[in-house]
Nanobody, 116 residues
Framework: VQLVESGGDLVQPGGSLRLSCVAS????????MSWHRQVRGKERELVAA????????NYADSVKGRFTISRDNAKNTVYLQMNNLKSEDTAVYYC??????????WGQGTQVTVSS
């Protein structure tokens, strides 16, 4: 049972990245998925979330209009398309799966650095 993120990189301000999170070992299509990020010394924050069937999405105000969360249940994968990246988007990005109150799982994280 795991979530594996990829796609983190060093990118210049204004650039784009797409993060991927591949799930295995559980029924991916039954879980709501989300992306969170954390800067060292600060609390982890929600970036974007998507419902199990993909019909509902939510975004932090700081990323609305720039980031898009999506999922492909046939591939057990959730994505985060990040456009017009800013230096304040620099963080470790984590994938999170949740179903109900007890079933949850975190990925190991992928580093995104926005710098010129």
């Amino acid at each position: 049972v795991q979530l594996v993120e990829s796609g983190g990189d060093l990118v210049q301000p204004g650039g784009s990245l797409r993060l991927s999170c591949v799930a295995s070992g559980f029924t991916f299509s039954s879980y709501d998925m989300s992306w969170h990020r954390q800067v060292r010394g600060k609390e982890r924050e929600l970036v974007a979330a998507i419902s199990s069937a993909g019909g509902t999405t939510n975004y932090a105000d700081s990323v609305k209009g720039r980031f898009t969360i999506s999922r492909d249940n046939a591939k057990n994968t959730v994505y985060l398309q990040m456009n017009n990246l800013k230096s304040e988007d620099t963080a470790v990005y984590y994938c999170y799966a949740r179903r109900g109150a007890r079933n949850e799982l975190w990925g190991q994280g992928t580093q995104v650095t926005v710098s010129s």
